[in-house]
């Protein structure tokens, strides 16, 4: 019963160029990692091969290291690593592989499909039929030519492509490089390894997208995955089982606060978030001094927790009470200035602006408050 690992969308060499630069090299970093943890997954399940459906690369003009770094990152796993252009890493005249392969780059245990003709694994009775990218789109399905495709007499007939399966992903439409929905039933394929889509998604009980094996997006999309996948013979439906190998969850939130209980749930839920997150957080409402402050310590913490952390509070407004106003002392001129900001927050021009200047005005009027006047501060609830 053949084993194979179906992996796809490494992006070696993606940017992250919304990020600070420190978070930006660790996550692309992080896709060389789990290259490794790929390596190691097809050692230690022992399968018969590796499949990648495109997008080993981010883009043609990679470094020379990158190249190397990649290539070295397969070293834990012997067997053969069956791979395919992508739109990212098109099969051009002059491309990422055939600089890799001047280089000699390119360990010996892997194969680049790069024609459309069948690729046998004669040991296991397998042939594979890949739809390689020659440009980085096309509008033609070229896995069209699977269907006519002659393999030899009893082996396993899996295709390898990657694109947009058409009508079923909310992307597909009028995207490049389509595949036909029915592909696998019309070819006969046991199996059809996809990439592009970057989560993990079965199309149909022969058909599969493994996703990225590192989340790159703010998407509910299962990405972090591969497939382990085995065969038992020709015509029978695969077992596909997606396995965990991405470090960092990507999240996105959006939260609304308003009181001290909005502010404890949400601090619940930074601690309660694994260390390796990239978190993107929406603030919206309005909080008194006590609850600003409070949340601004929580922010602090999270950010030096998480491999990343953005928020956005152009929102939450901070709305000092009287009683704020009054235990900071805040009378005659600094008065005057407080009740201008809070004037200024309702600006969309100047609303954000005046919303940080009165939180660093009253964070320093709080700073000079004798211990014995904040100690009674009220909170709000």
Not at 115 to 124: T, V
Not at 161 to 179: F, K, M, Q, R, Y
Request: aromatic share 6%.
């Amino acid at each position: 019963m053949p084993r194979f690992l179906h992996t796809a969308d490494w992006q070696i060499g993606r940017q992250y160029t919304r990020f600070e630069q420190d978070d930006a090299m660790a996550l692309a970093e992080a896709r060389l990692s789990a290259v490794e943890r790929l390596a190691a997954l097809a050692a230690e399940e022992q399968v018969d091969a590796v499949l990648v459906a495109g997008d080993i690369f981010d883009a043609q003009t990679l470094s020379e290291r990158t190249l190397h770094r990649t290539f070295q990152a397969l070293a834990a796993y012997s067997g053969p690593w069956v791979m395919l252009p992508g739109n990212h890493d098109a099969a051009l005249v002059e491309s990422v592989w055939t600089r890799a392969a001047r280089m000699g780059a390119i360990p010996a245990n892997v194969h680049l499909l790069a024609s459309p003709e069948p690729f046998i694994l004669a040991n296991i009775s397998t042939a594979i039929l890949p739809a390689p990218l020659t440009q980085r789109q096309t509008y033609q399905d070229l896995t069209a030519w699977f269907d006519h495709a002659e393999t030899p007499e009893g082996f396993l007939r899996i295709g390898l492509a990657h694109g947009s399966v058409t009508g079923l992903l909310a992307e597909s439409v009028d995207s490049p490089n389509p595949i036909a929905a029915d592909r696998a039933a019309s070819a006969r394929l046991d199996y059809l390894a996809l990439g592009d889509w970057h989560g993990c998604k079965q199309i149909d009980a022969h058909t599969w997208y493994s996703g990225t094996p590192e989340a790159d997006r703010f998407r509910n999309n299962a990405s972090g995955q591969a497939l382990l996948v085995s065969l038992k013979a020709p015509g029978e439906a695969p077992s596909a089982t997606p396995v965990e190998v991405g470090q960092h969850g990507w999240h996105q939130w959006q939260r609304q606060l308003a009181v001290a209980s909005d502010v404890d749930a949400l601090m619940a839920e930074l601690q309660a978030l694994p260390a390796r997150s990239v978190l993107d957080l929406t603030l919206q409402g309005q909080l008194d001094l006590a609850g600003y402050q409070r949340l601004e310590q929580a922010l602090g913490l999270a950010a030096g927790r998480y491999r990343s952390l953005q928020v956005h509070q152009d929102e939450l407004t901070l709305a000092p009470t009287a009683e704020d106003i009054a235990a900071l002392q805040a009378d005659g001129y600094v008065g005057s200035v407080i009740e201008d900001l809070q004037q200024r927050q309702q600006s969309d021009a100047e609303g954000e602006t005046a919303n940080e200047a009165l939180a660093i005005l009253a964070g320093l009027l709080l700073d000079q408050t004798p211990a014995s006047q904040t100690q009674e501060h009220p909170s709000c609830s």
